[in-house]
């Protein structure tokens, strides 16, 4: 079972906000990963399926089973306190249902499904429903964030957060190298998070945590440029291709050229910012057991 939720400090509000993008984080990271693998699933069923069915599995069990009864209490308040956002609430709602009873369909036809059929039609076709199941899951997390996350703590008051938080709920187990270890070894194993702390001091452990996080942040800075540049290239051709005119064309063209270079100032931006936090990062950790251990204790604590 995944830990319970350890206790935030901040107020309420920003504490449920925040875990619940901590869950979109390793939402994003776990549907990049199985979009990957699902384009590889007819080609290499054996060394595929088991990653993926893992994968699968943990966002039907955690996301689908606490991460979005979380937000359902969540929009529930919004909804009493701007009843405007009624239609895209019940629209969001209908997507929890239907985006469960999907996982639940693709789990249990990836199971089933053996190595020759994977290798053939039916793979192809059970491939290309976990990419539907990824895009769909993409847009609706953006679209939580966007119009839900900014607003939730400007709409809400502290009797919401009060109905609204849950204090031992379970934790994310992609949070947790035991926990992912155990439940999604597979998984695990393919993320580099399988736990092998246990053989290490309490410094060194603490020190490859904190290089696997930061190399998990590249990957994850790196992954949602990709996808991010994917998306954007898919934008510029569909708004191409509804040009009607000279003028129209003018218009589109300025349009894009303002999102590529948007575009482009991430790219420059997030690997900077990324460089700059590892650089910290590492050379704290690094300066741990070199420090007098009542500071070390009460500088670096990792509750």
């Not at 894009?256 to 690997?271: E, K, M, Q, Y």
């Not at 936090?277 to 500071?295: E, F, K, S």
Request: charged share 25%; net charge neutral; with cysteine.
């Amino acid at each position: 079972m995944s830990q319970a939720r350890k206790p935030d400090r901040r107020s309420p509000g920003k504490a449920y906000m925040n875990a619940l993008r901590q869950d979109h984080a390793s939402l994003s990271r776990v549907l990049r990963l199985i979009d990957a693998l699902a384009d590889r699933l007819s080609r290499s069923p054996e060394s595929v399926k088991p990653v993926l069915l893992d994968a699968l599995r943990y966002l039907f069990q955690y996301h689908h089973a606490f991460h979005h009864p979380r937000e359902d209490r969540l929009f529930a308040r919004i909804r009493a306190r701007r009843p405007a956002l009624e239609e895209t609430l019940g629209r969001i709602d209908h997507e929890h249902v239907s985006g469960e009873q999907e996982i639940a369909a693709l789990v249990g036809d990836l199971e089933n499904a053996n190595t020759r059929q994977l290798a053939g039609k039916p793979g192809a076709r059970l491939a290309a429903r976990i990419g539907e199941y990824v895009q769909h899951a993409r847009i609706h997390m953006r679209d939580e964030e966007v119009v839900f996350y900014a607003r939730a703590e400007a709409a809400l008051n502290e009797a919401d957060w009060t109905a609204i938080v849950d204090d031992d709920g379970p934790q994310d187990p992609l949070l947790d190298p035991d926990s992912i270890a155990n439940q999604y070894p597979a998984l695990a194993e393919h993320l580099g998070l399988a736990a092998g702390y246990l053989s290490e001091t309490a410094d060194q452990e603490a020190t490859v945590a904190d290089f696997h996080r930061q190399l998990i942040a590249l990957t994850d800075v790196y992954g949602s440029l990709l996808h991010d540049g994917l998306d954007l290239t898919r934008a510029n051709v569909k708004r191409l291709l509804a040009v009607r005119g000279p003028f129209g064309l003018l218009r589109t063209v300025g349009d894009i050229s303002t999102d590529n270079l948007r575009f482009a100032g991430h790219c420059v931006s997030r690997p900077s910012r990324w460089a700059i936090n590892t650089g910290c990062t590492l050379v704290l950790a690094w300066a741990r057991p070199y420090l007098p251990r009542q500071a070390s204790d009460n500088s670096f604590d990792r509750s």
